[in-house]
């Protein structure tokens, strides 16, 4: 089968049928490894209803690396059917939408009058405000879980020092294995550290 012929039927595949089929067939003889030829002669046998489709499927269900790929390509009048539905569906959305019926769970909120629900923050205690630096201080603070090997290099790598040098400590405590990895890797830090001051 010659190159232009081939990609001509695989952008029209009205053009498959008996005499096509055995083209491909030859095509994927001789290219055993050639898988869009595997999944052509495939198409093929399945648009011309071929009995010998199901047996062939599943040969070629495991010569193809991508089956999804391979299930899409077989059954694309399925997904342009549904693309259409889709489309058609969405067109009429957009036709009742602009008769005015939009969304009715927006249509209730802007109904019910949300100047009631928004509150003034100026008249809440103290103690809230207390709460929310609580809640900061802790989220500033490290979680000692997190602490990774990484998180130490990115430290050192932005010469925060200090917090390199602590996450290695921890580190060290965590995995006692590789203490000395983790101490010869403060030893660097400190001797960046004072060259760097």
Excluded at 99 to 105: A, D, T, V
Excluded at 164 to 193: C, D, G, R, V, W
Aim: aromatic residues 8%; charged residues 30%; proline residues 3%.
């Amino acid at each position: 089968m010659e190159t232009d012929k081939f990609y001509n039927l695989l952008s029209n595949q009205n053009l498959l049928n008996q005499e096509t089929v055995g083209e491909l067939k030859l095509l994927t003889t001789k290219y055993p490894w050639f898988q869009l030829g595997w999944m052509q002669y495939l198409k093929n046998l399945k648009e011309i209803e071929s009995p010998d489709y199901q047996e062939e499927l599943k040969k070629v269900a495991v010569l193809v690396n991508d089956r999804k790929l391979l299930y899409n390509f077989l059954n694309i009048e399925i997904q342009r059917k549904s693309q259409k539905t889709e489309l058609e569906k969405s067109v009429q959305d957009s036709n009742q939408d602009e008769k005015g019926s939009g969304n009715p769970l927006i249509d209730k909120f802007l109904s019910s009058k949300p100047d009631k629900i928004i509150r003034n923050n100026n008249n809440q205690g103290s103690s809230e405000n207390e709460n929310r630096v609580d809640i900061a201080e802790k989220s500033d603070a490290e979680n000692d879980d997190i602490i990774t090997e990484t998180l130490a290099a990115i430290y050192m790598q932005q010469k925060n020092y200090e917090k390199a040098i602590n996450a290695y400590e921890k580190l060290s405590l965590k995995y006692p294995e590789k203490s000395i990895y983790f101490a010869s890797q403060i030893k660097e830090i400190e001797k960046l550290k004072n060259t760097n001051l």
